[in-house]
């Protein structure tokens, strides 16, 4: 593979045999190769055990389990989307076919358009904002599609101010890319390559953190049809169409099914239907003061975000590291609890008892040996005692030593005073 890889197209799934997520996709890989074959793709689906050849898949850069790479040449190409079977076929068919496909006639652009929520057209001839355009699709292929069209080819609606021209058509309208007001290209590209609302999951909101953008999200329960749920999703749709113009460099509208997700990002059980602006480059997020009633309301919480008047919660502070670290602790507990009892009550009450059973050994050591210690101790003054002193006969001899030492002058002395005495 290694050797001769270079002379396909190659859609390699990197796992590892012990990784959970990778037994998850197998079947939806093997799907995956099934249908790359029938429809007689150039692409061939392959997997390797990136533990057997930790070589290769470090030339890759692969760091987690399963990594999703295309190959083409000597690039590499990252898939970060859903795990799905017709999302990974979509990837590997744009990404293997040419960086800028062009559209021919206006059939043909309807036909695409239709296809597709947004689209990107360069219009004009050899420039270097073409030479720039190109630059910019053999980086963000991965994401989405790039088409190159004369402009008779587009509909007759369509003014371009000046030629050469990059449009992006999406919600309806088109936009024309400029260099003054919009900055570099490939910013450009990457912030208008979503549609301004989206229904939003885990995989969009971690591609939104690359835009840049403050990301707006009506939580709701989408299989409740109640006024509340509605209303706040109309809100930001209402938002999102009609203050475009004020908003989209800055902010990506949308909606999310449930706060489950939202619950374990923010660390917090947010009450649904509800309405919170996440910033994804800093983890920080913000939540209204008040009920929002009207768009009115949701304009003027947009504006006090942008004024700093907001308050922000969140971040990515020690502290809130900490926190996370505590708060992924519980739930992983909580979860294995809750999904297999008797396993977490083997996982976490077999070492909680080794290590009561080690804590109970080495404090029964340490006292035993105390009381030992002390016994040593109070022999060691004995000895040193009589050591110090004699025994009782050497020291009865010693006294009698001392009466034997007097001179008989003294003896009689002595005598004669006992006399008195008696």
Same mark, same amino acid.
């Given at each position: 593979f290694k050797e001769n890889r270079k002379d396909d197209i190659w859609l390699v799934d990197f796992y590892a045999p012990w990784c959970g997520h990778c037994k998850k996709l197998e079947p939806v890989?093997?799907?995956?190769?099934?249908e790359m074959r029938n429809m007689g793709s150039p692409v061939k689906v392959g997997k390797m055990d990136a533990t057997s050849f930790s070589s290769i898949a470090s030339e890759f850069g692969v760091r987690g389990y399963p990594t999703i790479k295309l190959l083409k040449g000597d690039l590499a190409y990252n898939y970060r989307g859903p795990r799905t079977k017709d999302d990974i076929i979509e990837f590997a068919n744009r990404v293997a076919g040419p960086l800028i496909r062009p559209l021919p006639s206006q059939h043909m652009f309807e036909h695409v358009r239709?296809?597709?929520r947004v689209l990107f057209v360069y219009v004009g001839g050899e420039s270097p904002l073409k030479e720039k355009y190109i630059e910019v699709a053999s980086e963000l292929i991965v994401y989405t599609y790039f088409f190159s069209a004369s402009e008779d080819v587009l509909p007759e609606y369509v003014t371009l101010p000046e030629l050469p021209a990059v449009v992006v058509f999406k919600d309806g309208a088109y936009f024309v890319y400029d260099e003054y007001e919009d900055g570099d290209l490939s910013s450009w590209i990457n912030r208008e390559r979503f549609q301004g609302y989206l229904t939003v999951d885990g995989f969009t909101l971690y591609e939104l953190g690359d835009t840049g953008k403050l990301v707006a999200i009506a939580v709701i329960d989408d299989k409740n049809s109640s006024?509340?749920?509605?209303?706040?999703?109309?809100?930001?749709q209402?938002?999102? !169409?009609?203050? =475009? $113009? !004020?908003?989209? =460099? $800055?902010?990506?509208?949308?909606?999310m099914d449930g706060n489950d997700y939202i619950n374990s990002l923010l660390m917090d059980d947010l009450t649904i239907p509800t309405?919170?602006?996440?910033?994804?480059?800093?983890q920080q997020y913000f939540l209204p003061d008040r009920h929002i009633e009207n768009t009115e309301d949701m304009v003027q919480f947009i504006n006090n975000i942008l004024d700093g008047t907001a308050e922000a919660q969140g971040g990515d502070g020690v502290l809130q590291r900490i926190r996370r670290i505590v708060y992924d602790a519980k739930s992983t507990v909580v979860s294995v609890f809750k999904s297999s009892?008797?396993?977490?009550?083997?996982?976490f009450g077999l070492p909680l008892g080794v290590i009561s059973i080690m804590c109970y050994g080495i404090c029964t050591a340490d006292t035993d040996g105390g009381v030992d210690e002390h016994e040593a101790i109070k022999k060691e003054n004995s000895d040193r005692?009589?050591?110090?002193?004699?025994?009782?006969e050497e020291q009865e001899e010693e006294k009698n030593g001392k009466?034997?030492?007097?001179?008989?002058?003294?003896?009689k002395q002595k005598d004669l005073l006992e006399k008195k005495k008696d």
């Open positions: 890989w093997n799907e995956v190769g099934i239709k296809r597709h006024l509340e749920h509605t209303r706040l999703k109309s809100i930001i209402e938002v999102a !169409r009609d203050y =475009r $113009d !004020r908003f989209h =460099r $800055d902010f990506q509208f949308g909606h309405i919170v602006v996440l910033n994804t480059s800093n009892p008797l396993l977490g009550c083997f996982l005692e009589l050591t110090d002193d004699g025994s009782e009466y034997t030492a007097l001179s008989d002058g003294e003896l």
